[in-house]
């Protein structure tokens, strides 16, 4: 393991010593106030803008929903428009996750508190709840998923998995068969948006996922903040335990934190189960951000606000700095 630290300001100092050309600018409008969740690159070198945004009347026509929609602007690489796409519950629907399947289309995973109605096929489960649509490459849906419990949901990542199905991440608040106050999700689909399986995951107190990527062996890597404990006593508990549901399994955390909110990066094999999980910390605050895969493993990237403590070997300049830590496929 390897770790890295970096002011914020030396970083945005160096990014302005080589002026950029704009090439060119695109205003994406609707009636009121826009969030953009991602852009996503597509298999014909075009970009897929995806977020969330209220409709105005004249985009709407007959439809009377009351919140915010999935938003979709596909442009080619000169910024100019080849589609534009709307998807509408009747209540709030915010878009999180968006990614390019290998036949050319898009999964998109947010976070819906509608129920059914307008493009919503499936009733709300209660609370919050996962709403997954797959489309092709012109924008047209090919199938839709509601999942949820009672208890409120929220959709985080999605990635697809080397036998053309899906991993989707998120977070279940209070979850009355879970370990903590906010625990992780991991819903395993196949190609068709069936429920192949499904692992809760967490320790005593909150945990919340912020990123996932796929890895080479065809599963997953979760990078979690995480301000809990161990459960220390039941580390797995089948489904048919708890839930009589043999597709979900729930596996508590086994690490300690160091501080007040530590990096918990967890290894998920191709069949959802977890391989490995590290937790890297000082005795503050530590939140990771971003992962990438590298040629000789993992790259874990966040926000540090520990001094050198714990298992974390760089201190920290003022405030808050970058903090970068390097893993092999192990998590050493």
């Known amino acids: ?5 970096m002011s914020a300001v030396f970083l945005y100092t160096a990014a302005g010593f080589t002026a950029q050309e704009v090439v060119w600018q695109k205003d994406i409008k609707s009636s ?6 991602q852009v996503t690159t597509t298999v014909d070198q075009q970009y897929l803008i995806t977020g969330s945004s209220i409709q105005s009347k004249i985009t709407t026509g007959n439809k009377q929903n009351n919140g915010y929609d999935f938003h979709l602007v596909k442009l080619n690489q000169q910024g100019e428009e080849v589609w534009e796409k709307y998807f509408s519950g009747e209540n709030h629907d915010f878009l999180s996750a968006t990614m390019s399947t290998q036949d050319g289309g898009f999964l998109m995973a947010g976070t819906s508190y509608s129920g059914k109605g307008l493009d919503k096929k499936e009733g709300s489960k209660g609370g919050s709840d996962i709403w ?3 489309i092709n490459e012109f924008g047209d849906e090919l199938w839709q998923k509601t999942i949820g419990t009672a208890q409120d949901e929220e959709a985080r990542a999605v990635i697809q998995s080397s036998d053309f199905g899906f ?7 209070n979850p009355s068969l879970g370990f903590g106050s906010k625990d992780i999700t991991v819903i395993r689909l196949d190609k068709n948006g ?3 399986s499904e692992l809760v995951l967490g320790g005593k107190g909150l945990d919340e996922v912020e990123k996932m990527i ?6 997953a890597l979760l990078g979690v903040y995480s301000r809990s404990g161990s ?27 160091f501080g007040e909110g530590d990096y918990w990066i967890v290894k998920l094999n191709k069949d959802g189960k977890v391989e490995w999980e590290k937790n890297f910390g000082g005795k503050g605050d530590d939140h990771v951000r971003t992962m990438a895969f590298t040629s000789s493993g993992y790259i874990i990237g966040g926000e540090s606000r520990s001094e050198r403590s714990g298992n974390k070997t760089v201190g920290i300049e003022e405030g808050t700095d970058l903090w970068l830590i390097s893993l092999n496929t192990k998590g050493d």
């Not at 991993?167 to 608040?173: K, R, W």
């Not at 796929?214 to 599963?219: I, K, L, N, R, S």
């Not at 459960?231 to 934190?257: L, M, P, R, W, Y």
């Open 132 to 134: 997954l649509i797959r």
């Open 214 to 219: 796929p890895t080479p062996d065809g599963g």
């Open 32 to 37: 009121t106030q826009d969030f953009l969740s």
């Open 231 to 257: 459960t220390a006593g039941h580390k797995i508990i089948s489904g048919d335990d708890k839930t009589n549901t043999a597709k979900t399994q729930f596996v508590g955390k086994t690490t300690e934190n």
């Open 1 to 5: 393991m390897k770790q890295l630290y």
């Open 194 to 196: 069936e429920v192949v």
């Open 167 to 173: 991993f989707v991440a998120g977070n279940i608040q």
